[in-house]
């Protein structure tokens, strides 16, 4: 049984950072297309991040980009997303999801959430001073 678990979201100030863990069992991380995805209540659900087998093959939203880094620990099966210089406007729903992808550029196209197969619970981020 494939499960995916968030964990790491707390309430923080502007300016400030958190690693968000996805911890993953019955299924090897580097093995699929990986993302980070978000949601606001009310909005639709966005990708943030894509991860494909390695550092090297990782993409960012705009509202993103120099900001949050995605990175594995393969050992442990965990993806894991370091967020830093947080915004009110990063304030949501993270959400750790997994689909297949023969490669990067298959990897990078899947933007839509029911692309993917595999999702986490999420876990909360807030942002606000």
């Known amino acids: 049984q494939v499960q995916l678990k968030e964990s790491g979201g707390d309430s923080v100030q502007p300016g400030g950072s958190l690693r968000l863990s996805c911890a993953a069992s019955g299924l090897t991380i580097s093995n699929y297309c990986m993302a980070w995805f978000r949601q606001v209540p009310g909005k639709e659900r966005e990708r943030v991040a894509a991860?494909?087998?390695?550092?090297?093959?990782?993409a960012y939203a705009d509202s993103v980009k120099g900001r949050f880094t995605v990175s594995q620990d393969n050992a442990k099966n965990t993806l894991y997303l370091q967020m830093n210089s947080l915004n009110s406007e990063d304030t949501a729903m993270y959400y750790c999801?997994?689909?297949?992808?023969?490669?990067?550029?298959?990897?990078?196209?899947?933007?839509?959430?029911?692309?993917?197969?595999?999702w986490g619970q999420g876990t909360q981020v807030t942002v606000s001073s």
């Open positions: 991860y494909f087998h390695g550092e090297l093959n990782a």
């Open positions: 999801a997994a689909a297949t992808a023969r490669n990067w550029i298959s990897c990078l196209s899947l933007r839509n959430v029911g692309e993917y197969m595999h």
